[in-house]
């Protein structure tokens, strides 16, 4: 069992819908990271927390210590927000770049 | 530079050469990480650098790899006597502690 897990693995939707990605974690974490990465390979980090919530533009990322899942969740979500999303752990007691990486989840939104 | 730059954004090697990769970070940025993406698989973390800090080894796969940072601003990723297994896209990131920058990549082939 991998220590950083996602799904759902691939995931289609329709232009305006609301998406859901989930990340499950089994270790102690100092911070969680959202990454998207685009067809061409290129990779942006979207969200780095440690609890709570946090919003950017269409973009919410939340994170349940106690249970060690986090989600991110699209809201009217368009074609351009196909690429794959990652979900990444640091692990706590290891340093900020050690993370722990889930294998992604892959997002196609069709017009 | 505006972003995180790395260089060769390609290159194929013959097997048991030895590759230098390089990773031009954001100015300023204290951290800098290097990972790699094999094929068909996820993201795996390789070698973390913070400031003045003794750098984060833990993931580099064998002791063919190593890396330096000097000057606290360009790092140098090199891999002895590269192996099939050692083709992969190579990211390197940075950041100032908080939200990561990352290059493009340098694709890796060995043949």
């Known amino acids: 069992k991998n220590e950083v897990e996602q799904s759902p693995q691939n995931l289609t939707a329709q232009e305006g819908e609301f998406i859901t990605i989930n990340c499950s974690y089994s270790?102690?974490?100092?911070?969680l990271h959202w990454l998207q990465q685009h067809p061409g390979g290129g990779i942006v980090s979207l969200f780095m927390l440690s609890s709570g919530k946090k919003k950017h533009g269409r973009l919410i990322a939340t994170i349940n210590i106690q249970e060690k899942h986090s989600s991110l969740h699209i809201t009217a979500s368009h074609p351009r927000d196909s690429a794959v999303y990652i979900c990444?752990?640091?692990?706590?007691?290891?340093?900020?770049?050690?993370?722990?990486f889930g294998k992604g989840t892959k997002l196609s939104v069709k017009p | 530079g505006a972003g995180v730059s790395q260089s060769p954004s390609n290159k194929v090697t013959e097997k048991g050469k030895d590759v230098e990769l390089r990773c031009d970070p954001i100015?300023?940025?204290?951290?800098l990480y290097w990972y790699r993406q094999s094929l068909g698989q996820g993201l795996e973390f390789l070698i973390y650098?913070?400031?003045?800090?003794?750098?984060?080894k833990s993931g580099l796969p064998s002791d063919r790899f190593s890396a330096e940072r000097t000057g606290g601003s360009v790092s140098t990723l090199t891999i002895q006597r590269t192996q099939q297994e050692d083709s992969a896209v190579y990211l390197c990131?940075?950041?100032?502690?908080?939200?990561?920058?990352f290059g493009q990549g340098t694709r890796l082939t060995v043949v």
């Open positions: 990444a752990a640091a692990n706590y007691g290891g340093s900020q770049g050690n993370l722990i």
């Open positions: 270790v102690g974490i100092s911070a």
């Open positions: 650098f913070q400031g003045n800090s003794a750098p984060d």
């Open positions: 990131a940075s950041s100032l502690g908080g939200t990561a920058f």
């Open positions: 100015s300023g940025h204290t951290a």
